[in-house]
């Protein structure tokens, strides 16, 4: 299995509600990663996990809380989020962090849209 | 912090033409990986370059990485439909981040 699988594929919520993004891969890489992405702009760099801890956290707003239940998956849960908020959100993985060798895999995302 | 910007923004080519990318780094870099990504679609990892001066090819896509290892290409030979996309170099700096480039859109005129 050479994918990152995330799910849902599309996710339309309103600013009240509470909602999660999975993400999994069954590669062995230990490290993983969220990134959100705005129409025509690169990947933005949100979290970092390094075997199953959280590494780097680039200032995101609490609104936005990851999770790592273990080393296949990786969940992003969503709270009070704003319009501006809505945005391709893809979760990546690599063999490990740190070790530059290797090119990470990014799963196909998740469309979200605030409204 | 780190920047990395990708000239030019978009490019636009007849079909069999050429096509490059540059990328350039405001800071030296350890390595720079160059990824793909189709209209609707998610970056494909395509190579990593780790050596002042490296060359390495793929079919029709030539990647060079520069002697202060700042600075990135990536050139396509005779380009056809399925080179559409949007092209990103991404730099792995001193502060263990993978920095994406503002990227390429390529758009192929049949």
């Known amino acids: 299995d050479t994918e990152v699988t995330q799910t849902p594929k599309h996710l339309v919520m309103g600013m009240t509600n509470k909602k999660s993004l999975k993400c999994e891969q069954h590669?062995?890489?230990?490290?993983m990663y969220w990134y959100k992405q705005k129409a025509k702009k690169p990947p933005e760099l949100m979290f970092v996990y390094s075997y199953e801890k959280l590494s780097i956290n680039e200032s995101v707003p609490s609104r936005f809380s990851p999770e790592c239940p273990n080393s296949s998956l990786l969940n992003l849960h969503l709270h009070a989020l704003q319009p501006e908020d809505s945005a391709l959100y893809l979760c990546a993985s690599s063999q490990e962090r740190g070790r530059v060798n290797y090119g990470y895999t990014f799963g196909s995302g998740t469309r979200l849209t605030v409204v | 912090g780190q920047q990395v910007m990708q000239i030019p923004q978009y490019q636009h080519v007849q079909e069999g033409e050429d096509f490059t990318t540059y990328c350039n780094s405001s800071t030296t870099l350890s390595n720079i990986q160059w990824y793909k990504q189709r209209p609707g679609g998610h970056p494909v990892f395509l190579i990593q370059l780790v050596k002042s001066g490296e060359v390495k090819k793929q079919k029709r896509l030539t990647f060079q990485f520069g002697e202060a290892k700042k600075n990135s290409s990536l050139h396509i030979t005779a380009t056809q439909t399925t080179d559409v996309g949007t092209y990103f170099c991404a730099g792995w700096g001193g502060n263990e981040k993978l920095t994406f480039g503002t990227g390429t859109r390529l758009t192929i005129i049949p």
């Open positions: 590669m062995g890489h230990r490290a």
